[in-house]
Every structure is written in C-alpha cells, then in structure tokens.
C-alpha cells in the first residue's frame, strides 16, 4: 500500500493566479495527494479545484509559513511548491527564508516557479519518486 504523498502549496499574492492556474492544468497529477497550502492561496484552489483535497493553515503572515515549517521539521511533507514573487516587497521575508532552510535542512524536494514545479511533481509521480 502507497502513502497518500503530503505536497505544499503556497504562492505570494503577485503569484496565485499562476499557481492556481498551474495547478488545473496538474489536477490529475494532484488528485492523489493531500495538499497543504497557506490561507488565502489555499481558498484560491479550493474554490478552483473542489476536488482536491486541500487543507489550509493560517495566512503566512499569520503563522501558515511556520505552520507547514513544522510539517517540515516533523517529516510529514514530501514536496514544497512555493511560487515565489521576487520582484515585490514582503514583510514577512524572514518567515519565507526560514521555510526555505527547512526545507534544505531537510532535503524536502522544493520548487519556486510553474516548470521547476512541474517537473517536480512528475519526479514524484515516478516510480521511486517522493
């Protein structure tokens, strides 16, 4: 019996619409996972992809960031999707740095734009992958 893969979904404002849309073209390859995504983008792919079984945590500035850190920390997350907005200003950078580490602390497989993204979830679809 396979685990039901855990995969991080989380985009800055500036980013939603591209990770929305990014994922309705992957629903199929999502379908199968549990999905673990930050407030607002989380509601943006709930109300999306229905189907998708998604569970949201707080806003990022709100804790969602340190929140899905944890799952890090705690080996239950197998994938970060995170759509990156380099080109604006954000207040809680530090928080994103700091999930960013994790990540790397923990050699969790991460992915900051729609290809890097794409091409990581295909890996995880592949036999040894995730």
């Not at 379908?31 to 930050?38: E, G, Q, Y």
């Amino acid at each position: 019996m396979t685990r039901q893969l855990t995969i991080g979904l989380v985009a800055h404002d500036a980013r939603k619409d591209g990770l929305v849309d990014w994922a309705k073209t992957h629903a199929a390859l999502l379908a199968p996972a549990r999905i673990i995504s930050t407030g607002t983008t989380g509601g943006r792919l709930l109300e999306a992809l229905p189907d998708l079984d998604v569970t949201r945590v707080k806003s990022g500035p709100l804790g969602g960031d340190q929140q899905i850190g944890a799952m890090i920390a705690e080996d239950r997350m197998d994938a970060l999707i995170f759509f990156v907005d380099p080109l604006s200003p954000m207040p809680h950078d530090v928080d994103v740095k700091a999930l960013m580490r994790l990540g790397i602390v923990y050699d969790l497989p991460m992915a900051f734009s729609a290809r890097a993204a794409t091409i990581l979830l295909k890996g995880l679809e592949a036999p040894g992958g995730g």
